[in-house]
């Protein structure tokens, strides 16, 4: 293990790479943080008949990133303090200083604070996301994901297995939060399939058929990925590659589509609703749910704007137990290997040899940190001069045993 341990930290540190911040012209966070976000608050506006404190709050919330300083939380809020510490840097400063991971964690955090969702009052817990995510769950693409599925009931296990894992993987792409300029629709490049790494044939080696051990999920956005996510999580317990399933979510809403236990719930009704092999599935989700057989999670942690280096020691221990951890999604592999600008062919498995326990990304890319490449793949894609890094149109599958 090299000296990249310790180093997916938010803090500086001798002979590592520069942790990502906002401030770069130019830069995808940059870009985030100028453009998306307050397009974001624009939507959420739109969408609620919030009163005028809520659209007071969001207006204030708009002119601060662009014109102001980070401010703390509203006096009511539970968790002002353990923000305050958490932010002792930042808070004070302008927005665009503060590193990404943690500029885009506090952006949610505050987002809930101006409509209310903590707050005593009607808008608590109204989820500002839930119309998004609720037209996306009952439209076409969803449909006809759904309907797909009876295409995979004739094929052998094994096929099944590695196409769900696709399905999985690339349900990654379709984030509610992803709207780059170069997003959907561009072309993959640098690579064949659109995969800059793919260590499947690992994954299933850690998880054999019959291997019965515990999995943990760490899901990322709902609707049209936590669906298939589902789907695959019934495969492996289908199968025997694991006799028990514990799905990680969000305690409350974070990141625009990130799905939570309400996700979860309404998931696996469209899934039991649908004809065909999605509701038989659905039923069989059901069924493991009832049994303890796939487990909910919604640690706190998940909503934190930490790297997984600094997981608390009851998720480590959690995690540590189990024979694999699947983490979903382009946030989840930022926290997993340190949202800093690694050279891409710097080793996942020293990046992430202090998890605990064998761990799996299942990733689409969708900002600039990406690592375990290979030479002559990173030189390739180097050379496409496309926005491969960020726009969602390449994808990974990276396991460390
Ligand atoms: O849903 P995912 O795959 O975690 O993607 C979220 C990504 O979207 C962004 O928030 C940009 O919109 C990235 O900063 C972040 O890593």
Not at 28 to 46: K, Y
Not at 255 to 271: E, N, W
Not at 316 to 343: F, M
Not at 382 to 389: H, L, P
Request: hydrophobic share 40%; with cysteine.
């Amino acid at each position: 293990m090299g000296d990249t341990r310790a180093a997916s930290g938010t803090g500086q540190g001798p002979g590592l790479p520069p942790v990502i911040t906002c401030r770069e012209p130019g830069s995808f966070a940059r870009g985030v943080m100028a453009e998306r976000h307050p397009a974001l608050i624009e939507q959420v506006r739109e969408a609620f008949p919030y009163g005028p404190q809520q659209l007071r709050a969001l207006d204030a919330l708009l002119h601060e990133i662009a014109h102001g300083v980070v401010e703390p939380l509203g006096h009511g809020s539970p968790d002002r303090d353990l923000w305050l510490e958490w932010g002792r840097e930042h808070i004070g400063r302008p927005w665009f200083d503060a590193p990404f991971l943690w500029a885009e964690s506090y952006f949610y955090r505050r987002l809930l604070d101006a409509v209310g969702y903590f707050g005593e009052g009607p808008w608590q817990g109204i989820d500002p996301f839930a119309p998004f995510k609720r037209a996306e769950l009952s439209g076409d693409t969803v449909e006809e994901e759904l309907r797909a599925l009876d295409d995979l009931a004739v094929v052998t296990a094994a096929e099944r297995a590695s196409a769900l894992l696709d399905a999985s993987l690339w349900g990654n792409r379709a984030d509610l939060g992803f709207r780059g300029p170069a997003g959907a629709g561009e072309p993959a490049s640098g690579t064949a399939s659109g995969l800059v790494a793919d260590d499947r044939a690992v994954l299933w080696g850690i998880l054999p058929p019959g291997a019965r051990g515990t999995v943990a999920v760490i899901a990322d956005n709902t609707g049209r990925e936590l669906i298939p996510d589902l789907v695959l999580v019934d495969h492996l317990l289908l199968h025997g590659h694991a006799d028990r399933v514990v799905l990680h979510v969000k305690p409350g809403p974070y990141f625009v589509s990130d799905a939570m236990t309400a996700d979860v719930v309404d998931c696996v009704r469209r899934l039991g609703q649908a004809p065909g092999e999605a509701g038989v599935i659905g039923g069989r989700i059901r069924e493991a749910m009832g049994a303890g057989r796939l487990d909910l999670r919604a640690h706190a942690f998940f909503c934190a704007p930490f790297p997984y280096e600094r997981m608390p020691d009851d998720l480590r221990a959690e995690l540590g137990s189990g024979s694999l951890t699947i983490l979903k999604g382009d946030l989840n592999y930022r926290r997993l290997v340190g949202d800093r600008l690694w050279p891409g062919t710097t080793s996942f498995a020293d990046l992430t040899a202090y998890f605990p326990g064998p761990v799996a990304a299942l990733r689409t890319l969708k900002s600039d940190v990406v690592v375990g490449l290979d030479p002559g793949v990173l030189e390739g894609l180097e050379r496409s001069g496309r926005a491969w890094r960020t726009s969602g149109t390449h994808a990974l599958v990276q396991v460390r045993p």
